[in-house]
């Protein structure tokens, strides 16, 4: 397999600062997601510092151990990498009063082969194109969820919640977290989209779903997709970091490869 990525981030029409942050490894085809919170801009420092360390000691992980990791190794390779930067942040919360109470939303994906080992806490998510078909293949850490899985508010009424924004799980805020991770089969043709609730709040899944879908440069749907967000009224700062899957050339067909097509 061949991984392309993509990643663009905008603060949206309704803040001044930022507090996302991405973080891309294409060497160990690592990609990692974070939205901030917490006052005195503190969501930018948990969100910069959740995926500098988590890109770091994990890359660096992956890098030593090679081709030869298990899945259920990079697993426990995450879950390991997720912890310590989350008492990282919770200790740099309780040791300085403008850091009080920041945390930060998760999505954490590593591409072996034909699989995708991906972590998430909080929101923010991950979408899968396939074969014509958008799935989201996370499921928000949040009140609302919660609501819609016993079934008290329906699909419509949580499109207009007041309580859109109410995180169960987040990075940095208790002194340990609970990682969810899933392992997912890849095939060539896949695209995968990870982006903040900046998006997911301002367009709906089938606005994305038509533009990760269209035949236009990935980096030109990023930047669609950051359009549409701000066009809805970019109430809060958005994110996306794409991922699109190629056959690799050596999986082409013998006559392929002989005529050099």
């Not at 920041?102 to 194109?129: E, Q």
């Not at 060539?188 to 606005?207: F, K, P, R, V």
Request: glycine content about 8%; some cysteine.
């Amino acid at each position: 397999m061949i991984y392309q990525f993509c990643s663009k981030t905008d603060p949206g029409r309704a803040r001044d600062n930022n507090e996302d942050s991405l973080a891309v490894d294409e060497p160990t085809l690592t990609a990692v997601l974070a939205d901030g919170m917490g006052g005195y801009n503190a969501g930018e420092i948990a969100s910069g510092m959740a995926t500098a360390f988590i890109k770091s000691e994990l890359s660096r992980w992956l890098t030593e151990t090679g081709d030869g990791a298990k899945a259920r190794e990079v697993r426990r390779a995450m879950e390991i990498c997720v912890d310590n930067a989350n008492r990282s942040i919770f200790n740099s919360a309780n040791s300085n009063a403008h850091y009080a109470g920041m945390g930060t939303t998760l999505v954490v994906g590593v591409f072996r082969d034909d699989r995708l080992v991906l972590g998430h806490i909080g929101d923010s998510r991950c979408y899968r194109l396939r074969a014509g078909l958008l799935d989201q293949i996370t499921k928000d850490h949040s009140l609302l969820q919660e609501q819609l899985d016993a079934g008290l508010i329906t699909v419509e009424q949580a499109a207009t919640s007041s309580i859109k924004n109410l995180v169960t799980r987040a990075l940095g805020v208790d002194e340990s977290v609970l990682l969810e991770v899933n392992e997912h089969e890849v095939q060539a043709g896949d695209m995968y989209l990870m982006c903040s609730d900046g998006l997911s709040d301002m367009i709906n899944d089938d606005a994305i779903h038509e533009i990760v879908a269209s035949q236009i440069p990935l980096e030109e749907r990023a930047k669609q997709l950051i359009d549409a967000a701000n066009e809805s009224g970019g109430r809060d700062n958005i994110s996306v970091l794409m991922i699109e899957v190629h056959e690799a050339p050596e999986k082409r067909g013998l006559i392929a490869r002989l005529l050099g097509k």
